[in-house]
């Protein structure tokens, strides 16, 4: 299952530019939006994001000011505390965690603050959502990342 994730992320990485094509030709939002929500509830019928965590692995979620309340007290800390122990501020002024892997990634690939994660996290890889046209660069950096958009982008383009 491993190998088979890791050939989805190498395809990607070796093709931005079938990937840049393909989102190009879309015609319209609606198209888009349709095209990329329907493969992704095919795709994730068959993908355990248990079995990869690539992303929790590699890219740190950046987190609002809700998220960093509601981890806290998830955690019985101070904000400051949490912010102090386990965020930085990145080049955009954005916190973002301090180290990667994700702090709360367990060995076996679970969150242990699945429950109260951020934003961010909750959202990724974001192909189930409105707007697609709008994040296509998203979705071409996820698709590197993460094998379910991979695979989205290699049905999307035999289309």
């Not at 491993?2 to 990485?13: E, F, G, M, T, V």
């Not at 079995?51 to 979620?61: E, L, Q, R, W």
């Not at 955009?92 to 709360?104: G, S």
Request: with cysteine.
């Amino acid at each position: 299952m491993i190998d088979s994730y890791l050939q989805q992320i190498n395809w990607a990485k070796s093709n931005k530019k079938s990937i840049d094509k393909t989102l190009k030709r879309l015609k319209t939002k609606k198209e888009a939006d349709r095209l990329v929500n329907d493969l992704h509830h095919e795709v994730f019928e068959k993908i355990d994001c248990l079995n990869c965590a690539n992303c929790c692995k590699t890219t740190g979620p950046l987190l609002t000011s809700k998220d960093i309340s509601r981890v806290s007290s998830r955690l019985k800390m101070k904000e400051q505390e949490f912010i102090a122990t386990y965020l930085r501020i990145d080049e955009d002024q954005d916190y973002v965690f301090n180290t990667m892997p994700c702090p709360f990634l367990l060995e076996d690939n679970y969150c242990s603050i699945y429950e109260d994660r951020p934003r961010a996290c909750r959202a990724f890889p974001h192909t189930d959502q409105k707007g697609q046209m709008n994040i296509a660069n998203l979705t071409r950096k996820n698709a590197r990342i993460c094998p379910a958009v991979s695979s989205i982008m290699q049905k999307l383009e035999a289309i």
